[in-house]
């Protein structure tokens, strides 16, 4: 039902009550401002609730396609490794291959060293295992069953599909050919990983959740599951499902989609082009809805009593409204009857009406603004009025989307704690909005500064290099110092630099290290500028954990 439509029929079932109860001119009014009231806030809140849940499902799609596609470059990425590791071993296996204990010491070696199969098989060219790691799988000697022997037909790399090994383990298994020096064929090279229990793949896909309520699943190209957050599915055959279709046939995307259990999901899908797997990152619907009820919940709370005040103001206007009318009627009661069939056509309740709507719209427009309002302060520090660390994540989280390079500064107050201890907390407060004032007075139009909490300040300078930096901060940090504070005293701070990403590609680990160089211009005596330096051990750690 529309918002006009409720709007009627409140209307008529007013009418209807004033003409069986004889209401006076304030209960009327009582009653119409308390319906406007009610529907102004039922309309603005289910229209943002509308608003609200299209674009939590729009972002929520959004991020698990590219959560999907990020474990699909890596998986890619683990499976390009396997194959290095194997081909390596396979050169060195050449050499030895009618040296049966030099093979079982290469592959120990390789399962020992590298920790990514989980056992390792070399097979000849007539189907014959002639070695197996680990030993305990007592699989040297056996023949290589025909549905299997595929590596052999194609004398290439090949990544097996899915199959239960003659140990019983379900596994996947890439291959790599051997051969000699002058070219002959002698058989292959394949590990195994297992897709049940604590494995190598399972802690590749296991460990990056995009968060508590979403997670991931991994289908071949059978659609059947090769690794689920439910250790007892995997194995399981998923037909229907319009994600594993679409991912199966190579595309990659986003779609609301009911599983295989009868709940609603927001999957993001994308393909491993190498092996013709799909990755699918999904999130329940319902997770989403509880989330945004809760947050319509707060609005709601929050909302309330600029409602009431909003009722108040509006009841007394219309009192004052209607006091003269009641003044007029009052005296009209004297008048002869002949006079008073003109006082009872004149439409005296028309003018009362006109004004009630425009006070409901206006309380509308108002609401409106307040929710609006609210947003902003959720994003602004009250004392400075700078940007707050929830307005800081905003902005980051829109830096990493558009990949452009920054500076940040951190900044604290030197000796604080002395000024609230001797001037007290209210001078420090002057004293933290004075240097507000000072910060974005000389920043510029795009930078971004905000209070990280308490005397620290952390300013974002796009597109600046570290020794600009360090030059703008020391201007910052002297106008500061020069400054008219409202104490007896200057008042100094430290500054520490770091620059994202040529110091590090984690955005989090660029303010740490602002924050040590803040530090550091604090141990050697304030009042300076620091900046932050990696050293080759981290730099080298930093963009290891980035390839991964």
């Known amino acids: 039902m529309t918002s006009v439509a409720m709007f009627v029929l409140m209307l008529e079932g007013i ?35 509308r608003v609200h849940e299209r674009a939590f499902i729009k972002d929520t799609l959004a991020a698990n396609q590219a959560y999907a596609k990020k474990l699909a470059t890596v998986t890619e990425l683990f499976l390009q490794s396997l194959n290095s590791q194997l081909r390596v071993s396979a050169g060195h296996i050449a050499n030895h291959f009618d040296d049966s204990h030099a093979i079982d010491v290469e592959l120990a070696r390789l399962l020992t060293q590298t920790n990514s199969f989980d056992s390792l098989v070399v097979i000849n060219a007539q189907r014959k295992i002639i070695s197996a790691q680990p030993s305990s799988l007592a699989l040297k000697g056996l023949t290589l069953d025909p549905s299997l022997s595929l590596p052999i037909e194609l004398q290439q790399p090949h990544i097996l599909d899915p199959f239960v090994s003659p140990a019983g383990n379900l596994l996947v298994s890439p291959t790599f050919p051997i051969f000699t020096p002058d070219g002959t064929y002698l058989g292959f090279i394949a590990g195994g990983i297992y897709l049940q229990g604590d494995t190598i793949l399972n802690q590749l896909l296991g460990t990056h959740h995009a968060s508590e309520h979403s997670y991931v699943y991994v289908v071949d190209k059978s659609k059947r ?55 699918i990152s999904q999130r329940a619907l319902t997770s989403i809805i509880a989330e945004l009820d809760l947050t319509h919940t707060n609005v709601l709370y929050s909302t309330l009593p600029f409602a009431l005040a909003i009722f108040v103001a509006t009841l007394c206007a219309g009192f004052l409204i209607a006091r003269p009318l009641a003044q007029l009627a009052q005296n009209v009661s004297s008048l002869s009857p002949g006079n008073l069939r003109c006082i009872d056509e004149t439409p005296a309740w028309y003018f009362e009406a006109e004004n009630l709507k425009s ?91 905000c209070r990280s909490g308490g005397e620290e300040f952390l300013i974002f300078m796009p597109f600046v290099d570290a020794n600009r930096a360090f030059s703008i901060a020391e201007r910052l940090r002297i106008a500061i110092s020069e400054h008219a504070m409202p104490l ?41 500028t620091c900046q932050a330096k990696l050293s080759t051990h981290a730099a080298n750690h930093d963009v290891a954990r980035h390839a991964v």
């Not at 005293?489 to 630099?497: A, E, F, H, K, M």
């Open 488 to 528: 007896s005293r200057p008042v100094t701070v430290s500054i520490g630099i770091a620059c994202w990403p040529a110091h590090s590609k984690s955005i989090d680990e660029t303010l740490k290290m602002a924050d040590k160089a803040l530090y550091q211009a604090k141990n050697k005596g304030r009042n300076q």
């Open 359 to 449: 006070a409901i719209l206006n309380s509308s427009e108002l609401l409106g603004q307040e929710i609006r309002e609210l947003e902003e302060d959720r994003k602004m520090d009250p004392l400075t009025k700078l940007n707050n660390r929830l307005a800081m994540q905003l902005w980051l989280d829109n830096v990493k989307n558009m990949h452009y390079q920054f500076s940040v500064m951190a900044l604290d107050v030197d000796h604080f704690k002395s000024i609230n201890d001797e001037f007290g907390h209210a001078v420090g407060d002057e004293v933290l909005c004075a240097l507000a004032s000072v910060m974005k007075k000389n920043a510029r139009s795009h930078d971004f500064v």
């Open 225 to 279: 599951l090769i690794y689920h957050k439910d250790n007892t599915r995997v194995g399981e055959h998923i037909p229907g499902n319009v994600a594993i279709n679409a991912v199966l046939s190579g595309q990659s995307g986003a779609v609301e989609v009911l599983n295989s259990q009868g709940v609603d999901m927001l999957a993001g899908f994308a393909p491993v082009s190498t092996t013709g797997w799909g990755i």
């Open 15 to 49: 009418v209807k009550i004033i003409r069986r109860w004889k209401l006076d001119l304030k209960q009327l009014i009582l009653i119409l401002v308390s319906a406007g009231i009610v529907l102004a806030v039922y309309s603005a809140l289910m229209a943002s609730y």
